[in-house]
Nanobody, 112 residues
Framework: QVHLVESGGGLVQPGGSLRLSCKAS????????MNWYRQAPGKEREWVAR????????FYADSVKGRFTISRDYAKDTVYMQMSSLKLEDTAVYYC?????WGQGTQVTVSS
């Protein structure tokens, strides 16, 4: 059974940083690309970043490019997202995704 478990969310001031983690289990982590999505209150879920399998190439939404960094640790079956220079508009529930599988989400709140 596939499980994706996010952690690392919290409350942070504008300009601050957080690192999200997503622990994967129940599938062959090395063969799948991994994504982060987010959903802000009253808005649709949007794609944020992707890290491919193999080379681990990273891709980002324009809204986070230069501020967020996605990475993966094959030894730990974990994908990370380092978020820096956080803005009020980054407030959302952040979800880990692989193929058709989703985690439960972790809340990130950026507020002064």
């Amino acid at each position: 059974q596939v499980h994706l478990v996010e952690s690392g969310g919290g409350l942070v001031q504008p300009g601050g940083s957080l690192r999200l983690s997503c622990k994967a289990s129940g599938f062959t982590f090395v063969t799948y690309g991994m994504n982060w999505y987010r959903q802000a209150p009253g808005k649709e879920r949007e794609w944020v970043a992707r890290v491919t399998s193999g080379t681990g190439a990273a891709f980002y939404a324009d809204s986070v490019k230069g501020r967020f960094t996605i990475s993966r640790d094959y030894a730990k079956d974990t994908v990370y997202m380092q978020m820096s220079s956080l803005k009020l508009e980054d407030t959302a529930v952040y979800y880990c995704n692989s193929n058709t599988h989703w985690g439960q989400g972790t809340q990130v709140t950026v507020s002064s």
